[in-house]
C-alpha cells in the first residue's frame, strides 16, 4: 500500500514564555485534525517538544497535498484562537501569514513528508527539535547514513553497501529550492565540506542509491527568511525510516549520544550542545539547551501504532547530564566568540542596529595623533 507520512508543527502559544502548551491547546488542536481529518485521513497523532505542536498524519494524497496542509493550518489556527483566549505568549507566532494559499510551506509551519510503498512492517522515527534550526540534523544524518564508525550496516548489509544519495538545500536562497544531489561514499569529502556550514546547507532528504527509496525527510525553512526579521528558531522535524535497506534505529539515535552544538537557546542567538530528551519535555535553562525528541512507530495499512519514545532509557540520562555539563561551560563564555552566533545570524536581531548606531561613532586618527607622546605621571 502506497501512503504518505506528513509532519507539520508550529509554535502556536506557551505556557509562562517558551515552556510549553496548554493542555486546552493541545487538545483543541487534536480535536480539530480528528473532526476535519475524519473523511480522509488514515490515522494521525499530536505530541509536543518544548513549545511546539507537532501533527502527524498519514493518508494517500502524496506529498503537498493541499486538503492536508489545510487541516494543519486551520487546526493551527484554531489552536490560535485558544491561545490568545488563555493569553498564552506567542499565540500564533509561527504563523507568519495572514491566510492558507494551498500549502504550508514557506508559510511559518515546519514540514517533512514521504511517500512510500508499505513494506511488510514499516519502522520510523519522528523527530521534533525545539530551540534549534533545520541544520541541527546535519550531523547525525551524516554519521547514521555515511560513517561505517557509526552504523556498521554499511559494512554487513548487503542491502546497504550501495551506499546513500544525498539531497542538501542551500537554505540562504530565497528565489527558490537550491540543492545538489551527492553520493555516499564516493563524494564524501564533498558532502562534508558543506555540512560543515550547517546555516546554509542543510539534508533535505536521503535515498537508498540500491533502490532509489527515500528513507529521510527533513523541514528546511528558515523563518528569517519568510518574516525578513527574527521570529524565534526553526524548530525543525524529520521523518526517518529504519531496518532492513536503511540503517538500524540504534544507528540513526547513536549519533545524538554526542550534544553536538547547534544554533539555537535565548533569542536563537547562541552555540548551544542538543540534548535529547523525553517525549512532551518542556523548555527550561536559558531558554534551552536546545532539544530533540523522538517517537519510534510502525505503521500498516496506514494506521499507526502507538509512540514509544526512544530517549526514556537509562543510557539517555547520562547523556542528558553530559550535554547539560558542556551547556553549562559554553555559557560561561557569555556573549563572547564562539558562544554566540555568527554576524550573519545575527542580522536579523537588533544588535543590527546598535553596530550601525556605534559604527557612525568611529573615527580615523590623524597621523599627527598617533606620533603624540603619552606623558607619564608620577
Known amino acids: 500500500m502506497k501512503i504518505t507520512l506528513s509532519v507539520i508543527k508550529a509554535d502556536i502559544g506557551s505556557i509562562g514564555g517558551h ?33 511546539d505542536i507537532a501533527i502527524l498524519m498519514t493518508h494517500t494524497y502524496g506529498v503537498g497535498a493541499k486538503a492536508v496542509h489545510e487541516l494543519a493550518w486551520n487546526a493551527f489556527v484554531e489552536g490560535t484562537r485558544v ?23 514557506g508559510m511559518g509551519p515546519a514540514v517533512a513528508e514521504i511517500e512510500f510503498e508499505e513494506r511488510a512492517n514499516e519502522p520510523f522515527l ?59 561514499p564516493e563524494e564524501l569529502y ?8 550547517p546555516e546554509r546547507y542543510v539534508i533535505e532528504s536521503v535515498r537508498s542509491r540500491r533502490t532509489s527509496e527515500q528513507a529521510v525527510a527533513a523541514s528546511t525553512s528558515r523563518l528569517h527568511n519568510i518574516a525578513g526579521k527574527y521570529t ?20 540513526v539515535l547513536a549519533p545524538f549520544s554526542i550534544g553536538h552544538f547547534v544554533a539555537g537557546a ?20 536559558f531558554d534551552g539547551p536546545p532539544i530533540v525528541s523522538c517517537a519510534a512507530f510502525c505503521v500498516h495499512e496506514g494506521k499507526l501504532t502507538e509512540p ?52 557612525r561613532r568611529f573615527r580615523l586618527r590623524r597621523a599627527a595623533e598617533a606620533r603624540e607622546p603619552v606623558l607619564v605621571h608620577g
Not at 232 to 250: C, H, I, N, S, Y
Open 19 to 51: 515552556i510549553r502548551p496548554s493542555d486546552r491547546l493541545i487538545d483543541s488542536v487534536d480535536s480539530s485534525v480528528r473532526h476535519a481529518g475524519g473523511g480522509f485521513l488514515l490515522d494521525h497523532y499530536v505530541g509536543t517538544t518544548g513549545d
Open 83 to 105: 491561545a490568545q483566549e488563555q493569553g498564552l505568549y506567542g499565540a500564533g507566532q509561527d504563523l507568519l501569514k495572514t491566510s492558507f494559499s494551498g500549502n504550508v510551506r
Open 126 to 184: 519522528l523527530f521534533a527539535a525545539d530551540k534549534t534550526d533545520p541544520g541541527a540534523y546535519d550531523l547525525p544524518l551524516y554519521l547514521a547514513f555515511a560513517d561505517p564508525m557509526n552504523t556498521p550496516g554499511l559494512l554487513l548489509a548487503p542491502t546497504m553497501s550501495a551506499g546513500f544519495r544525498f539531497t542538501i538545500m542551500d537554505v540562504n536562497c530565497t528565489e527558490g529550492d537550491r540543492v545538489i544531489e551527492l553520493d555516499a
Open 190 to 197: 564533498d558532502i562534508a565540506a558543506l555540512l560543515r556550514d
Open 232 to 251: 524565534g528558531k526553526d524548530d525543525p522535524v524529520m521523518l526517518v525510516r529504519v531496518q532492513k535497506d536503511f540503517p538500524a534505529t540504534g544507528e
Open 266 to 285: 535565548m533569542r536563537g542567538s547562541h552555540q548551544m550542545p542538543l540534548m535529547p530528551v523525553k517525549l512532551s519535555s518542556g523548555i527550561s535553562w
Open 308 to 359: 514509544v519514545d526512544v530517549f526514556d532509557h537509562p543510557f539517555w540520562d547520562a547523556v542528558r547530564e553530559n550535554v547539560a555539563a558542556k551547556a553549562i561551560d559554553m555559557r560561561r563564555q557569555g556573549f563572547f566568540g564562539a558562544a554566540m552566533l555568527p554576524m550573519a545570524e545575527l542580522e536579523y536581531t537588533g544588535i543590527v542596529e546598535k553596530l550601525a548606531v556605534l559604527d
